[in-house]
């Protein structure tokens, strides 16, 4: 039970990235046209429903900030 909380908490960290990078290229793309826009918050609406993570070594999330640990020790 915990670790599909731990995997939900980390889609959600992840999720709140994108919308944050959606955001930021939303201010540079103002005279786009919207569909873009659109497209861009499929993404994050994709992000945050889909449980699937895939994999990928340009991702910005294997950066050692963005490793979380596993498993919790009890002390």
């Given at each position: 039970m915990e670790n599909v909380?731990?995997?939900?908490?980390n889609m959600?960290?992840?999720?709140?990235?994108?919308?944050l990078a959606v955001i930021v290229?939303?201010?540079f793309l103002k005279k786009a046209p919207?569909?873009?826009?659109y497209l861009m918050w499929t993404v994050c609406a994709f992000r945050l429903?889909?449980?699937?993570?895939?994999k990928n070594?340009?991702?910005?999330?294997?950066?050692?900030f963005f490793?979380?640990?596993?498993?919790r020790r009890n002390t």
């Open positions: 909380f731990l995997q939900i908490l959600s960290i992840t999720g709140s990235y994108v919308i290229l939303r201010l919207k569909k873009y826009s429903c889909c449980p699937i993570s895939f070594i340009f991702s910005i999330f294997n950066l050692r490793n979380m640990p596993s498993e």
